[in-house]
């Protein structure tokens, strides 16, 4: 939710100013692609020139005593689940309290004998595995901000272009080149990483939201097959919604009362995610 809210004050703020798309909209439109270049760089040096130190912390649970962990790093430009940039800034900053406690890495096989579910810690285990850490922190959420500065650019299309050729292809073009360069960064070392939003990541999912919308609106509006989305269309006008209701684990204790013949027959464990 941090980075839904950061991401689209940042674009609605870039949208106010720049309410006469029809005068200046090239000009506009550059400069905001400048600015999510220069938040890009800002993130990529922070994630691979801050130093992180070794650093602690406590856990305790029910009826136990509180234990320290001590996580070894020293390094700089990590992206490991203990030893990252993007942790230490929300440590520093947050504070451990503010951060979340059963972050994505705890059903890794490295600290769950059950992955990719949750379950006890194997023997081996590294210190890191009941830190908490915040998919959602602060610089996270910095990049979740040119995720939607790109989404502004692929809305600016249909208002300076009224041909459906022009549209798609100013859709296509940097929806390949952004792929193609996400793939180049991931396999020259800068890896695709959902957790600390890094900007591999970023292009990757924006460039194949970019292809996934070329393709819908070469659907529905050139070809005019709008019945096949129609659910897709009622989910993204009751996106938070949805997101709320899943977050609150609602959606799933709902999904769960249908199934057949045994409870554990549900479509939560028909389509793998769920017992």
Known sequence: MEQISWGSSWSQFGRRQCPNDDVHGGLQSGAWLFVGAIVAITY??????????????QTSGPGSAEKSFLVKCGVRGDTSPGCNAVGMIDRKILGFQHLYGRPVYARSKQCSINSPQNGPLPPDA????QAPFDPEGLLSSV????????????GHVIVHFQKHKDRIMNWLIPSFSMLALAFAMDFFGMHMNKPLYTLSYTLATAGAAGLLFAGIYTLVDLYGYRRPTVAMEWMGMHALMIYVLIACNILPIFI????????????????????
Not at 45 to 50: A, C, N, P, Q
Not at 143 to 154: H, R
């Open 126 to 129: 590294p210190s890191w595995c």
């Open 44 to 57: 990529m040096t922070l994630l691979y020139g801050t130093y992180v130190p070794d650093w602690e912390y």
């Open 256 to 275: 769960h009362g249908f199934y057949w013949k045994e409870p554990k027959n549900n479509l939560l464990k028909f389509i793998g995610i769920g017992a």
């Open 143 to 154: 990049m979740a901000i040119v995720t939607c500065l790109i989404g502004l650019q692929y």
